[in-house]
């Protein structure tokens, strides 16, 4: 099993900047990628970023220019940098991870989620 334990959401205001945080832990030979996703209330779930153990990253249009995701491959890991933030950021955000659990099981996590607000 792999726990994902996700920190640094809140209530930011419009134009300010926050950093989120998910760590990894459990049975893991290998992480191959982890992402952050986002989920408003009465919408689908969407990806924000994903990063992949060699570091080649992709992100949203909604995102891009204003975020930086990154991992600590030693840490298991995956930080996001949220710059600019508007009010159509607010969701929920929730951690992805691919993961071996072995070398020959390859499972995908997520975690529970952490609430982003960005309000005045």
């Known amino acids: 099993q792999v726990q994902l334990v996700e920190s640094g959401g809140g209530l930011v205001q419009p134009g300010g900047s926050l950093r989120l945080s998910c760590a990894a832990s459990?049975?893991?030979?290998?992480?191959?990628?982890m992402a952050w996703y986002r989920q408003a209330p009465g919408e689908q779930r969407e990806l924000v970023a994903g990063i992949s153990v060699r570091g080649i990253t992709n992100y949203a249009d909604s995102v891009k220019g204003r975020s930086t995701i990154s991992i600590d491959n030693a840490k298991n890991t995956v930080y996001l940098q949220m710059n600019s933030l508007k009010p159509e950021d607010t969701a929920v955000y929730l951690c992805?991870?691919?993961?071996?659990?072995?070398?020959?099981?390859?499972?995908?996590?997520w975690g529970q989620g952490t609430q982003v607000t960005i309000s005045s």
């Open positions: 459990g049975t893991i030979s290998m992480i191959n990628s």
């Open positions: 992805y991870a691919d993961v071996l659990t072995s070398w020959t099981k390859r499972e995908a996590y």
